[in-house]
T-cell receptor, first 113, second 110 residues
Framework: DTAVSQTPKYLVTQMGNDKSIKCEQN?????MYWYKQDSKKFLKIMFS???????INETVPNRFSPKSPDKAHLNLHINSLELGDSAVYFC????????????FGSGTRLTVV | DQQVKQNSPSLSVQEGRISILNCDYT??????FLWYKKYPAEGPTFLIS?????DKNEDGRFTVFLNKSAKHLSLHIVPSQPGDSAVYFC?????????FGQGTRLTINP
């Protein structure tokens, strides 16, 4: 009965490939986010969507394209993967934009070789 | 530029003693500050928060202190228990998003 679920949990892929990470929340929240935990361990926001509308795009390379088919789903597609994309990606949701009660998924560890 | 920083990557505390985790920020426009706790292979979970108009918030064994003039907040856990061993992230709310620090790994020793 997971509140925010991400798949896959682990992803190992070669440079140049295209991959997707899926996220679903069953909390009825309006806002969803993607965060990246970088090599220095900071959790940095990449995108946020409110009810399928893009709210934040935090200077992320355009190889990263979020897709929100409905307010319960926010998927992340990455084209032409690079070594520097290796990180842990966390999906999160909150009741509305600006509220701070985020619920996080368990993360997807992406390794680009 | 990292607006929220946790300068101690790790902290080791004996069970029963007080754990103090620190966080510094640079943006005076942040209006809420939070602590999240993260176990391995799980996502961060919300622990406690404080509004920028307060200087202290307490919830059971957890107390967060905010010093706005110093742009500093701290999380006190007393008494520390083995289950408190985790990574703790400080976060601040501003511009429709949470800005996180890099986390401090707390280890509680029996």
């Amino acid at each position: 009965d997971t509140a925010v679920s991400q798949t896959p949990k682990y992803l190992v892929t070669q440079m140049g490939n295209d991959k997707s990470i899926k996220c679903e929340q069953n909390l009825g929240h309006d806002t969803m986010y993607w965060y990246k935990q970088d090599s220095k361990k900071f959790l940095k926001i990449m995108f946020s969507y409110n009810n399928k509308e893009l709210i934040i795009n935090e200077t992320v390379p355009n190889r990263f394209s979020p897709k929100s088919p409905d307010k319960a789903h926010l998927n992340l597609h990455i084209n032409s993967l690079e070594l520097g994309d290796s990180a842990v990606y966390f999906c999160a949701s909150s009741p509305t934009t600006g509220t701070y009660g985020y619920t996080f998924g368990s993360g997807t560890r992406l390794t680009v070789v | 530029d990292q607006q929220v920083k946790q300068n101690s990557p790790s902290l080791s505390v004996q069970e029963g003693r007080i754990s103090i985790l620190n966080c510094d920020y640079t943006n005076s426009m942040f209006d809420y500050f939070l602590w999240y706790k993260k176990y391995p292979a799980e996502g961060p979970t919300f622990l406690i928060s404080i509004s920028s108009i307060k200087d202290k918030n307490e919830d059971g064994r957890f107390t967060v202190f905010l010093n706005k003039s110093a742009k500093h907040l701290s999380l006190h856990i007393v008494p520390s228990q083995p289950g408190d061993s985790a990574v703790y992230f400080c976060a601040a709310r501003g511009a429709q998003k949470l800005v996180f620090g890099q986390g401090t790994r707390l280890t509680i020793n029996p």
